[in-house]
Structure formats: C-alpha cells, structure tokens
C-alpha cells in the first residue's frame, strides 16, 4: 500500500509528542503534549480510513480525538486544580536523563518490533512501530513518575499505542468495541481524578509514596 509521506510525519509527530509528554516536569505541558499526540493519532486515523476506504474510521477518529484531545485533558487539569496539586512534577530521575532513558528505550524496541511476528502483518508498517513505541513511553512514565495524575496520563499514553497497535495490525476491530473502550477509559479518568483529589486530602501530597502506608 502506498503511504502518504503525511501519515509518516503524523506518526512520527505523535511519538515525539508523547516523548515530550513523558520528559515534561509541568502538569499542563505534559497535558497539552499528551492532547497534540492524540490529535496527530487521530489526523492518522482518517488517513488511514481513505486509503483502506472505511468511513468508520471518520467516526471513530472524531469520538477519539473529542475525547482524548478535549474532553480528557480538560478533566485531568480541573481535577488538579481541584485538589490543589503542585503543578511542577516530581519524578525519580531528572529530565535529561528521563529524554536518554527513553531514547535507549524507544531504540531498542524500534528493533524489536522489527523483527517480531507482526511485523510482516503491520499495515503500514512503520505504525507499528510507532505503536510499540509509543506504549513503551507510556509504562516507563508510569514507573518514572511518583504522583497520580502523572501515572494517570502515563496509562493514557499506553492506551494510544494500544490503539495504534491495532491499527496497524488487528484490520478489522468492531468499531463499537473501540468505541466502548473509550468511554470506559473516560469513565476510568474521571474515577482517577476523583482519587487524585481524595488522596491530597487524606496526605496533603499527590504522590503515590504515600500509598505504600495504606493497610487492611
């Protein structure tokens, strides 16, 4: 299949995006980051519909980026204001060495998913790629980051490479199925925000260090 150079430069924006996302030590950079990352996703979705000619992906790209670029940040930034949360983030490592780490990372499985099963099924196969990637970015935010929303937004992170995944290699995904995980994972963020809140109440801190004192 021919791929426009656009849809390469979409990929290729999103992940950066979500690098950015992953190495900012401000909530609203990380938010704004993580929204263009998930508008460029979303712009390589309709590309991806014309060229295989299914207007679902029309539908399913509007529902994704209304939701992840609009409405989910919106969430996430007025439940910190909400709970108060120190809008300079904490991590265990500094932002030069998060940008190596994740540098190391996003090499080493570029190669891997170069040679795995899916990569002779990917279609088009950089998206793949861009998927494995992208996921890899989103787990080591995770692990990295010590406060809630910041994992929150990690978890987020993950679920666009998911989403990539199968764009690339699952064709034919029920389109409601798609589409009922996307509102769960709405429901999901607006339940974690509603935490996030709960837990700077009860420790006067966002960060999940203080998690580790909880018992039965």
């Given at each position: 299949?021919?791929?426009?150079p656009?849809n390469a430069?979409l990929?290729?924006?999103a992940?950066?995006?979500a690098i950015v996302?992953?190495a900012?030590?401000r909530?609203?950079?990380?938010v704004?980051s993580?929204?263009?990352s998930?508008?460029?996703?979303?712009?390589?979705?309709v590309?991806?519909g014309?060229i295989?000619?299914?207007?679902s992906?029309y539908?399913?790209?509007?529902?994704?980026?209304?939701l992840?670029?609009?409405?989910?940040p919106?969430?996430?930034?007025?439940?910190?204001?909400?709970?108060?949360?120190?809008?300079r983030l904490?991590?265990?490592v500094?932002?030069?060495?998060?940008y190596?780490?994740?540098?190391?990372?996003?090499g080493?499985?570029t190669?891997?998913?170069s040679?795995s099963p899916f990569?002779?099924?990917?279609d088009p196969?950089y998206?793949?790629?861009?998927?494995v990637?992208?996921?890899?970015?989103?787990?080591a935010m995770?692990?990295?980051r010590?406060?809630?929303?910041?994992q929150?937004?990690?978890?987020?992170?993950?679920?666009?490479?998911?989403a990539a995944?199968s764009f690339?290699?699952?064709?034919?995904?029920?389109?409601l199925v798609?589409l009922g995980?996307?509102?769960?994972?709405?429901?999901g963020?607006v339940?974690?925000?509603?935490v996030?809140s709960?837990v700077?109440e009860l420790?006067?801190?966002?960060?999940t260090q203080?998690?580790?004192e909880?018992?039965?």
């Amino acid at each position: 299949m021919q791929i426009p150079p656009i849809n390469a430069l979409l990929a290729a924006t999103a992940l950066a995006a979500a690098i950015v996302a992953a190495a900012s030590f401000r909530f609203p950079t990380l938010v704004r980051s993580y929204a263009f990352s998930t508008l460029c996703l979303g712009l390589l979705v309709v590309g991806i519909g014309i060229i295989r000619n299914e207007p679902s992906l029309y539908v399913l790209a509007l529902v994704s980026v209304t939701l992840k670029t609009f409405i989910i940040p919106a969430l996430l930034m007025r439940a910190a204001r909400r709970s108060g949360m120190a809008m300079r983030l904490t991590a265990v490592v500094r932002p030069a060495s998060t940008y190596l780490i994740l540098g190391v990372l996003v090499g080493v499985v570029t190669f891997a998913a170069s040679r795995s099963p899916f990569a002779s099924s990917a279609d088009p196969g950089y998206l793949l790629t861009v998927a494995v990637a992208m996921f890899t970015v989103g787990f080591a935010m995770m692990v990295m980051r010590r406060d809630l929303l910041s994992q929150v937004m990690g978890f987020l992170v993950m679920e666009n490479g998911i989403a990539a995944f199968s764009f690339a290699v699952i064709h034919d995904l029920p389109f409601l199925v798609e589409l009922g995980f996307l509102m769960t994972l709405t429901a999901g963020i607006v339940l974690m925000g509603t935490v996030s809140s709960r837990v700077r109440e009860l420790y006067g801190t966002e960060s999940t260090q203080a998690l580790r004192e909880l018992i039965d």
